[in-house]
């Protein structure tokens, strides 16, 4: 179909275009900026006046309870592809799983779903799953989602077999041995209210471990969900070393610390857990300077294993839905630009990727994301689509409402 844009703010980060202007779509692709290719019919027109036209939001990391639920959460947050980690039930560690997901989600016909093949069997950290042909199902890279390899041996195996295909790894830099009986950061918070700290260190050991094993092996290696100040400054000089290394920050340790644990309010459980104010503002320095890419760490919970003690509680939140309003709080706060801001949710990721999205230049994917950057709306369990309504931001009001998404073209989500 052929859709015209006009009126709205057209911000593309990737390619320094900031202008109101009018944009073009056909064939599933951007077909012109400005004005319309020679003999382009609009079969659809929509008038974007007063509002924000960017590349569709890629997510670095979401799950999915139910795809169904989970992939129309996404559209209607503007995320138009989201990466999958590999510990679903059972772990994607088979070709047969990975291309039966990325079908289903094709089917459904929302956002992309780009998954992470397991990296070992069973998500084990024992042997090596079969990386060729989980590649070829349509795997992006491979994790161990938040399990880790505890023998260093079977991880450095590992890391050499991917660099020697090209292939690319996902870890969570957790120390086992320090985080195993771990529940919040700690510190002074976790010691008041009694509850099992998980250090600094647990993540600064394993980076340290991981970014020495990059180095032996020459593998590419993305780390997810960095937590700490000190894990940033070690992963900036890995990067100053021009390793292959990258990172990216949940978007709620970007707002939140362990003070909003309060009185152990289960919705501010995280994996890894909020941390100091000094860990909150060193991640907010690298995410505004460019160094990391933003991500909602969606993670749908069931209401019951919400309602359990702190301790008992499952980690995780909604992210998918308030990915924008909280990267836009953010960058409020900050007083950084809306392009920088909206760079840090689609081109910074698509670089993570090596892809070709999270722009909007002639010839590019058509996915986008037209959204009103003054509209407000309260965060309610009615409001999300997603099957998990948990989030410590329930009852808020949030600035920023998407109007419209498209994935490839065509219009997945109109308000």
Request: net charge negative; glycine share 10%.
């Amino acid at each position: 179909m052929n859709i015209e844009i006009k009126n709205g703010r057209l911000i593309d980060p990737k390619n320094g275009v900031d202008r109101n202007t009018s944009l073009f779509v056909a064939d599933g692709k951007v077909a012109g900026l400005d004005a319309a290719p020679a003999g382009f019919i609009a079969e659809q027109t929509i008038d974007a006046e007063g509002q924000v036209v960017c590349p569709g939001f890629i997510d670095l990391g979401a799950r999915l309870n139910s795809i169904e639920a989970e992939l129309a959460a996404a559209v209607a947050g503007g995320v138009t592809s989201l990466v999958v980690p590999p510990d679903a039930d059972p772990p994607l560690d088979e070709p047969e799983l990975a291309d039966r997901l990325v079908h289903r989600g094709t089917e459904i016909g929302k956002a992309r779903v780009l998954p992470l093949g397991a990296l070992t069997l069973g998500l084990k950290g024992e042997r090596l799953a079969e990386l060729a042909g989980l590649k070829k199902a349509g795997c992006v890279a491979f994790s161990q989602a938040n399990k880790q390899v505890v023998d260093t041996e079977a991880l450095l195996r590992a890391m050499e077999y991917a660099a020697t295909f090209g292939f690319a790894i996902w870890l969570q830099p957790q120390d086992y041995w320090l985080s195993r009986n771990g529940i919040a950061h700690e510190g002074e918070v976790s010691s008041r209210l009694g509850l099992a700290g998980i250090p600094v260190a647990a993540e600064t050991i394993a980076i340290a471990t991981i970014v020495q094993l990059v180095r032996d092996s020459g593998c590419r290696v993305h780390l997810t969900r960095l937590s700490s100040a000190a894990g940033v400054a070690l992963v900036k000089q890995a990067m100053e070393e021009d390793l292959p290394i990258s990172f990216d920050i949940g978007v709620h340790h970007l707002l939140l610390t362990e003070n909003d644990i309060g009185f152990f309010n289960p919705h501010a459980r995280f994996n890894p857990p909020l941390r100091a104010q000094n860990d909150r503002l060193a991640l907010s320095t690298a995410a505004a300077s460019g160094l990391a890419a933003i991500c909602s760490d969606h993670t749908p919970v069931g209401a019951d294993d919400k309602l359990l003690p702190f301790g008992e509680a499952k980690p995780g939140a909604t992210g998918l839905e308030v990915l924008l309003p909280l990267t836009l709080k953010w960058a409020e706060s900050l007083k950084l630009s809306l392009p920088a801001a909206l760079a840090r949710i689609t081109s910074a990721p698509a670089d993570v990727l090596g892809s070709e999205r999270g722009q909007l230049a002639v010839g590019s994917i058509a996915d986008i994301c037209i959204f009103d950057p003054e509209a407000t709306w309260q965060l309610t369990p009615e409001a999300l689509r997603s099957r998990g309504k948990n989030s410590p931001w329930l009852g808020y009001m949030m600035s920023g409402k998407v109007q419209k998404t498209l994935v490839g073209g065509r219009v997945v989500y109109s308000v």
